[in-house]
């Protein structure tokens, strides 16, 4: 049975490698020297700044979603554990339970563009540097329900 948590600090190294699995899997557009500058502000700083609910199943977390003011931050899930209904059930907690109403997507992450307007979010904008100021655009979206 798939149970959902708040995560602890002690999990947040577990959280960093499922990260890392996922953004493997489906950031193709990424470097790797990006993956791994990114590793260290994930684990030190985004994680502790956020609410963080965890999707696990027996103790294994499959994976997991945060959230900052009124936007979903990150929705990662384990590779092989994608199709299971896991990141809607992580999202659809956001959107109830924590008020999240607004996520940016890579605009090179299509699965990811489709899974959220599956959903009901919209793309109302654009920018064309992420948030750590690189060239990688983002689509902002925002959920109208």
Known sequence: MLTLRPATTADFPALVALWERSVRATHDFLPPAVIEELRPLILEQYLPALAVQIAERQGVPLGFVSVGGDRVEMLFIEPAARGQGIGRLLLEHALHHQQAR??????????ALAFYQHLGFEVIGRSALDGEGRPFPLLHLRWPG
């Open 102 to 111: 607004a996520v940016d997507v890579n605009e090179q992450n299509c699965q």
